[in-house]
């Protein structure tokens, strides 16, 4: 069930933002003082964490790409890779709360 909540709330974000272009990514994010683009950076940096500990591999930088506009398929990309890694349901469902954090965050 939890690799179907992660999925359903990367969709979502995916929707929210994937038509963004950079002056929407370069805004700030809601109550904060990080952009848009940052705070999404941050949430693929944690799924793919996620994804490295479950695999029993060494954390890595995620690559900032030269265009934010890039940013909702990294996250697809680190998202299927958790799931692939088998990570087990408390951390599918504490990867799916991150996204809906964030999403709310937009």
Same mark, same amino acid.
């Given at each position: 069930?939890?690799?179907?909540?992660? #999925? @359903? &709330?990367?969709?979502?974000?995916?929707r929210q933002v994937g038509h963004w272009q950079q002056p929407r990514w370069s805004a700030p994010a809601e109550g904060g003082n990080v952009s848009r683009a940052d705070l999404v950076h941050k949430l693929?940096?944690?799924?793919?964490? +996620? !994804? =490295? #500990? =479950?695999?029993?591999? $060494?954390? @890595?930088?995620? $690559? @900032?790409?030269g265009s934010d506009l890039? +940013? $909702? #398929?990294?996250?697809?990309?680190? &998202? /299927? #890779?958790?799931? !692939? /890694?088998?990570a087990p349901e408390p951390v599918l469902a504490e990867a799916a709360g991150t996204v809906t954090a964030t999403r709310a965050a937009l």
């Open positions: 069930m939890s690799a179907a909540e992660l #999925d @359903r &709330a990367v969709e979502l974000l995916v693929v940096q944690e799924i793919a964490n +996620l !994804a =490295a #500990d =479950a695999e029993g591999e $060494p954390r @890595r930088q995620v $690559p @900032r790409l890039a +940013l $909702p #398929d990294q996250l697809r990309v680190v &998202a /299927a #890779d958790l799931v !692939a /890694a088998g």
